[in-house]
């Protein structure tokens, strides 16, 4: 079976409710400029967008916070931000998501990230990304550390969302480890192959394609490479399995398992592509609530598929709710 069932799906989201994620990464901020575009500047042959809405919404591990609530467990976000309006801006969408800011430090050597995006008659025109990468340091690095061992205290799973702007380090992702292995949870990681190093032990990594290929030096393109190369990369990192999102193709899930089939594929549940903008946080929230709750491997992964199916076809970075994947199941 590589779908789900109405049924299946029902049970599988009525275990996750509830389930107490720590999501420890990089916060962002994104930012989205809508506007028209109807004349080319004077100055340069580039369009004027005549702004006409913006939003603001959850990026990053933040955004990864946002799914978790939005399925219904209750997410533990830990995450520096900035002593800025931008900080500001992240604690009160986080607030108004029901989500506690207890976990936030504030760093007054880095500011808060943010990325805006700049929309023209419905297709994204430019990003810009406003960042300073580094780790944060001095006070606000000892509450970082402080305030995840304490919070992991209480989680069903840990997630790890590494989006290689600083918040991650091999000293973190150590105490993260122990952490797992005291409470005997799995954790979960979004990697960047610059940290492959890092993510000994882990339970999953979630990487795209291009990411797999790049953490295992192999191509995984077709079915046999992909599986080829997570397998090297599982033993070589002693992972328990990987849950490798490959945009219109679906999911792969692999698994080591001496003597049975390790690599599952499972077809996209998106009808519509619109934008994959924060898809694969989408993918690792419902994978790890899945998992917090117990449930099966693969039933967990075609579980965050559908979710991830949902929130493809939307405008920006979105979540989805129970319902509405359900509807697509």
Same mark, same amino acid.
């Given at each position: 079976?590589?779908?789900? +069932?109405?049924? #299946?799906?029902?049970?599988?989201?009525?275990?996750?409710?509830?389930?107490?994620?720590?999501?420890?990464?990089?916060?962002?901020?994104?930012?989205?400029?809508?506007?028209?575009?109807?004349?080319?500047?004077?100055?340069?042959?580039?369009?004027?967008? /005549?702004?006409?809405?913006?939003? @603001?919404? %959850? *990026?990053?591990?933040?955004?990864?916070?946002?799914?978790?609530?939005?399925?219904?467990?209750?997410?533990?976000?830990?995450?520096?931000?900035?002593?800025?309006?931008?900080?500001? /801006?992240? /604690?009160?969408?986080?607030?108004?998501?029901?989500?506690?800011?207890?976990?936030?430090?504030?760093?007054? %050597?880095?500011?808060? !990230?943010?990325?805006?995006?700049? !929309?023209?008659? #419905?297709?994204?025109?430019?990003?810009?990304?406003?960042?300073?990468?580094?780790?944060?340091? *001095?006070?606000?690095?000892?509450?970082?550390?402080?305030?995840?061992?304490? +919070?992991?205290? #209480?989680?069903?799973?840990?997630?790890?969302?590494?989006?290689?702007?600083?918040?991650?380090?091999?000293?973190?992702? &150590?105490?993260?480890?122990?952490?797992?292995?005291?409470?005997?949870?799995? @954790?979960?990681?979004?990697?960047?192959?610059?940290?492959?190093?890092?993510?000994?032990?882990?339970?999953?990594?979630?990487?795209?394609?291009?990411?797999?290929?790049?953490?295992?030096?192999?191509?995984?393109? +077709? &079915?046999?490479?992909?599986?080829?190369?997570?397998?090297?990369?599982?033993?070589?990192?002693?992972? *328990? *399995?990987?849950?490798?999102?490959?945009?219109?193709?679906?999911?792969?899930?692999?698994?080591?398992?001496?003597?049975?089939?390790?690599?599952?594929?499972?077809?996209?549940?998106? /009808?519509?592509?619109?934008?994959?903008?924060?898809?694969?946080?989408?993918?690792?929230? +419902?994978?790890?609530?899945?998992?917090?709750?117990?449930?099966?491997? !693969?039933?967990?992964?075609?579980?965050?598929?559908?979710?991830?199916?949902?929130?493809?076809?939307?405008?920006?970075?979105?979540?989805?709710?129970?319902?509405?994947?359900?509807?697509?199941?």
């Amino acid at each position: 079976m590589n779908r789900l +069932t109405k049924k #299946s799906a029902a049970a599988a989201l009525h275990a996750i409710q509830g389930q107490k994620v720590l999501v420890y990464g990089d916060l962002m901020l994104d930012e989205y400029l809508f506007g028209e575009v109807n004349r080319i500047s004077p100055e340069a042959p580039v369009p004027i967008v /005549r702004v006409t809405a913006e939003k @603001w919404v %959850l *990026g990053g591990a933040a955004n990864v916070a946002a799914n978790l609530k939005a399925i219904g467990t209750e997410p533990l976000l830990v995450g520096a931000i900035g002593k800025d309006a931008a900080g500001v /801006r992240v /604690r009160e969408l986080i607030s108004n998501l029901g989500i506690s800011g207890s976990g936030l430090v504030e760093d007054p %050597l880095k500011p808060t !990230i943010i990325k805006t995006r700049v !929309i023209g008659h #419905s297709q994204q025109m430019l990003r810009i990304d406003r960042e300073e990468i580094g780790p944060s340091g *001095g006070r606000a690095a000892k509450a970082l550390m402080a305030k995840t061992i304490e +919070t992991a205290k #209480s989680a069903t799973a840990i997630i790890v969302s590494d989006y290689a702007k600083g918040a991650v380090c091999q000293e973190m992702i &150590d105490a993260i480890r122990d952490c797992a292995k005291k409470k005997d949870v799995p @954790w979960i990681v979004d990697p960047k192959p610059a940290h492959k190093s890092f993510y000994k032990g882990a339970t999953a990594l979630t990487p795209n394609s291009k990411e797999l290929s790049e953490l295992s030096h192999r191509p995984a393109k +077709t &079915d046999e490479e992909l599986a080829q190369a997570a397998l090297e990369l599982a033993a070589e990192l002693e992972l *328990g *399995g990987l849950l490798v999102t490959r945009s219109e193709k679906g999911v792969a899930l692999v698994k080591p398992k001496r003597g049975k089939q390790a690599i599952w594929t499972i077809p996209t549940e998106a /009808r519509e592509v619109y934008d994959v903008s924060g898809a694969g946080d989408t993918v690792i929230a +419902t994978f790890s609530a899945a998992l917090a709750a117990k449930l099966d491997w !693969i039933e967990a992964a075609m579980l965050a598929n559908a979710a991830a199916g949902v929130v493809v076809g939307k405008m920006g970075t979105a979540t989805t709710t129970p319902q509405e994947i359900l509807e697509r199941v």
